[in-house]
């Protein structure tokens, strides 16, 4: 089942940049814990960057200073922005998102968080 639905894949050559959107359902109350992750073929899928209704952020090391995870809550559109990609960044990218109470958060092992809505995702290629 699609729940939300990525966008902003594509081919790109290693130290360009790419954005990636995520259309996320609207809440009108609530708190949220959203997130990307990576997976190649063959795999295990990957933690990439983490967001809650505190603006924390978390990054796997490989991403950290070159990607930069935000949102953009009044048009329920989850970003992550990517720089500086190399040829090891190639996967298919997929949004998660987790809603609960006011005060719901994003946990220090958010990647291992089974996440209730998931988009389809989006392919990028980085090549060299």
């Known amino acids: 089942q699609v729940q939300l639905q990525e966008s902003g894949g594509g081919s790109v050559q290693a130290g360009g940049s790419l954005r990636l959107s995520c259309a996320v359902p609207?809440?009108?109350?609530?708190?949220?814990?959203m997130a990307w992750f990576r997976q190649v073929p063959g795999a295990e899928r990957e933690g990439v960057a983490s967001?809650?209704?505190?603006?924390?952020?978390d990054y796997t090391h490989s991403v950290r200073g070159r990607f930069t995870i935000s949102q953009d809550n009044a048009n329920n559109t989850l970003y992550l922005q990517m720089s500086s990609l190399k040829p090891e960044d190639t996967a298919m990218y997929y949004c998660?998102?987790?809603?609960?109470?006011?005060?719901?958060?994003?946990?220090?092992?958010?990647?291992?968080?089974?996440?209730?809505?998931w988009g389809q995702g989006t392919q990028v290629t980085v090549s060299s």
């Open positions: 609207a809440s009108t109350r609530g708190d949220y814990c």
């Open positions: 998660a998102a987790d809603f609960g109470p006011s005060g719901y958060r994003c946990g220090r092992n958010w990647y291992q968080f089974a996440f209730h809505y």
């Open positions: 967001i809650d209704g505190a603006s924390a952020t």
